[in-house]
């Protein structure tokens, strides 16, 4: 049986996961868990990199799609 198909949890087997906690001010605030197999792979990438959280404005919620070359400076999206 492979990584993706198991049913075991992060709890009983912590080990075929990958766990990250979401810190706010130094506060753990939340608690994720990712199976550490290919399958999830760009996934597990995205989370260990410490991304930056950003809310997409309404309007523009259906012109951003990843990997087309939107880019965000801090404050404003700039589209390709």
Same mark, same amino acid.
């Given at each position: 049986? @492979?990584? #993706?198909?198991?049913?075991?949890? !992060?709890? @009983?087997? !912590?080990? %075929?996961?990958?766990?990250? #906690? ?12 990712? /199976? =550490? ?5 760009? /996934?597990? =990438?995205?989370?260990? @990199? @410490?991304?930056?959280?950003? %809310?997409?404005?309404?309007? %523009?919620? =259906? ?15 700039? =589209?390709?």
């Amino acid at each position: 049986m @492979s990584d #993706a198909n198991s049913t075991s949890s !992060p709890t @009983s087997n !912590p080990e %075929l996961f990958k766990h990250y #906690a979401f810190v706010i001010d130094g506060d753990v605030v939340w608690k994720h868990s990712i /199976l =550490a197999s290919t399958d999830f792979e760009m /996934l597990n =990438a995205i989370y260990s @990199s @410490s991304p930056e959280v950003v %809310l997409i404005p309404d309007e %523009l919620n =259906a012109s951003i799609g990843v990997y087309e070359g939107w880019t965000y400076n801090g404050t404003d999206f700039i =589209a390709p």
